[in-house]
Each structure stands twice: as structure tokens, then as C-alpha cells.
């Protein structure tokens, strides 16, 4: 048990470099730096612990958004999420662009303040996005967003889309960037 604690305070430690690293668009990234499946199960094995960290932030938002649209699906939100923290216009860390406007109810990703339990129901489809978050944190995802800051679900007309070019279309959802 203790082992297991000391591997999830490990694997988080190298998240936060991660995160830091993408979030300053940095390539160059270490060999012992990068996060095994392992590691990225320690920091949250059941999807339970607290959403604070890289690594979960990203893996909730993937499956909130988009656990029934598979891996791809799931890419493009964690794309989403990586693009906006590096851009100035948004909160520099992937937990406070995922956790934006929480303080005020108008949460930027919907499942963050819509007052359900965010307790995962779906472990298998929880793995994936803990895998997309983990590779996305080693930079070995391509953005198939093509720099998107927006999506939306295909069924909503929201007034903001007219004003952005949309980049992609993957599963359920439209991706933007203006």
C-alpha cells in the first residue's frame, strides 16, 4: 500500500512537469519525465480521488464530454483543454481552464457545475481517458482539432458558433477556433 501511495505521488509530480511543459508549447520532454499507464493508474485508479490535478482534470473532462464517442472523441476535448491553457485568454493550468467559471455557474465545460455526481460509472471508458489524458501529458498526441478553443455538442446551435471557423468535426461534437 505504500508503494502504490508513493508511485501516485511520483506520477503526479512528473504530471505537473508535464502540464508545465505543454501548457509553455515545450517539446523537448525528457525520456524519465514521460508518464507509464501505471503511473497515470496510481494518481487515480477509480476515478475518486479529487479533481487537482493535471492528469485527472484532463481524464474527467475526456469522459464527461465525450465517454460514448470513444478515443477520438475524447481527443478532441483534451485538445480543447491543452489549447486553452496555452492561450492567454484563458487560465494558464489544465484544472482551471477545465474548472472555469465554477465560481461563477457559468462552468466553460458543462458536467463541472451542473450539480450531478460526477462519480465514474463506466471504469473501462474511464481507462481510455486516463490513457488520452496520460498521452496527451507526454506530448504524444497530435491535435486533431487543428487548434480548436471551442466545441459543442452536433444537437446545439449555441448563438457563439457564427463568430469562429469551425476546425473539426469528431463524433458528437464541433470544434472552433476564431
Not at 501516485?8 to 508535464?18: D, G
Not at 477509480?46 to 492528469?55: A, E, I, T, Y
Given at each position: 500500500?505504500?508503494?502504490?501511495?508513493?508511485?501516485?505521488?511520483?506520477?503526479?509530480?512528473?504530471?505537473?512537469?508535464?502540464?508545465?511543459?505543454?501548457?509553455?508549447?515545450?517539446?523537448?520532454?525528457p525520456d524519465e519525465l514521460l508518464l507509464t499507464k501505471a503511473g497515470a493508474r496510481?494518481?487515480?485508479?477509480?476515478?475518486?480521488?479529487?479533481?487537482?490535478?493535471?492528469?485527472?482534470?484532463?481524464?474527467?473532462?475526456?469522459?464527461?464530454?465525450?465517454?460514448g464517442e470513444g478515443r477520438s472523441g475524447m481527443q478532441g476535448i483534451v485538445n480543447v483543454v491543452i489549447n486553452r491553457a496555452a492561450d492567454p485568454r484563458f487560465p494558464d493550468s489544465l484544472c482551471g481552464?477545465?474548472?472555469?467559471?465554477?465560481?461563477?455557474?457559468?462552468?466553460?465545460?458543462?458536467?463541472?457545475?451542473?450539480?450531478?455526481s460526477d462519480r465514474i460509472r463506466e471504469p473501462e471508458a474511464y481507462a481510455?481517458?486516463?490513457?488520452?489524458?496520460?498521452?496527451?501529458?507526454?506530448?504524444q498526441l497530435e491535435d486533431v482539432t487543428d487548434g480548436a478553443l471551442y466545441f459543442h455538442a452536433r444537437y446545439a446551435t449555441p448563438y457563439w458558433a457564427k463568430r469562429f471557423v469551425r476546425t473539426a468535426r469528431i463524433?458528437?461534437?464541433?470544434?472552433?477556433?476564431n
Amino acid at each position: 500500500m505504500e508503494t502504490l501511495k508513493a508511485n501516485a505521488v511520483s506520477a503526479a509530480a512528473k504530471a505537473e512537469r508535464l502540464e508545465s511543459l505543454l501548457v509553455r508549447g515545450q517539446d523537448d520532454i525528457p525520456d524519465e519525465l514521460l508518464l507509464t499507464k501505471a503511473g497515470a493508474r496510481a494518481i487515480d485508479p477509480n476515478g475518486q480521488r479529487p479533481v487537482d490535478d493535471p492528469l485527472t482534470c484532463l481524464a474527467r473532462a475526456a469522459y464527461w464530454e465525450a465517454k460514448g464517442e470513444g478515443r477520438s472523441g475524447m481527443q478532441g476535448i483534451v485538445n480543447v483543454v491543452i489549447n486553452r491553457a496555452a492561450d492567454p485568454r484563458f487560465p494558464d493550468s489544465l484544472c482551471g481552464v477545465v474548472k472555469q467559471g465554477g465560481e461563477s455557474g457559468s462552468c466553460q465545460f458543462s458536467w463541472w457545475c451542473d450539480g450531478r455526481s460526477d462519480r465514474i460509472r463506466e471504469p473501462e471508458a474511464y481507462a481510455e481517458a486516463r490513457d488520452v489524458a496520460r498521452q496527451a501529458l507526454n506530448h504524444q498526441l497530435e491535435d486533431v482539432t487543428d487548434g480548436a478553443l471551442y466545441f459543442h455538442a452536433r444537437y446545439a446551435t449555441p448563438y457563439w458558433a457564427k463568430r469562429f471557423v469551425r476546425t473539426a468535426r469528431i463524433g458528437q461534437h464541433l470544434f472552433y477556433r476564431n
